[in-house]
């Protein structure tokens, strides 16, 4: 009896996974809105969850003159794209995370599923 309860746990620990959803945007709000929704859907499955973790937020800045030609006083425009990343690790079977992030995602919200080995 106690060989069959070791098999069955054996193998339902065989069956969870550990997943790796990488979040990038340009918009804060909208990336904490399918972020909250990930870990709500996580939650409801009952899974264990682990984030949203914030990584540091990456600036794209270029500095370009104003007049094309050169001429005139140097005066310089300054252009700057914020990229925000949100990451969730969670530990659950593959078809409950199908499951999980099969709903809309925001527009211009990327989002990566990786299994961690």
Same mark, same amino acid.
């Given at each position: ?6 098999? %069955? %746990? $054996? ?16 918009? /804060? =709000?909208?990336?904490?809105? *399918? ?6 859907? %996580? ?5 264990? /969850? =682990? $984030? ?17 030609? $050169?001429? $005139? ?11 925000? =990343? ?11 995370? =199908?499951?999980?992030? %099969? ?5 211009? /919200?990327?989002?990566?599923?990786? *299994?961690?080995?």
């Amino acid at each position: 009896m106690s060989y069959e309860k070791e098999k %069955a %746990a $054996g193998a339902e620990a065989i069956q969870l996974q550990k997943f790796r959803i990488t979040m990038s945007s340009r918009k /804060v =709000k909208q990336l904490e809105k *399918v972020s909250s929704e990930l870990i709500g859907r %996580a939650k409801d499955h009952k899974m264990t /969850v =682990k $984030g949203p973790v914030r990584m540091p937020t990456k600036f794209l800045r270029i500095s370009t003159r104003k007049t094309p030609n $050169g001429e $005139g006083s140097k005066t310089w425009d300054s252009y700057e794209m914020r990229i925000h =990343k949100r990451v969730i690790d969670l530990e659950a079977p593959s078809n409950a995370v =199908k499951q999980i992030t %099969a709903f809309n995602i925001e527009p211009g /919200v990327e989002v990566e599923v990786t *299994v961690a080995a």
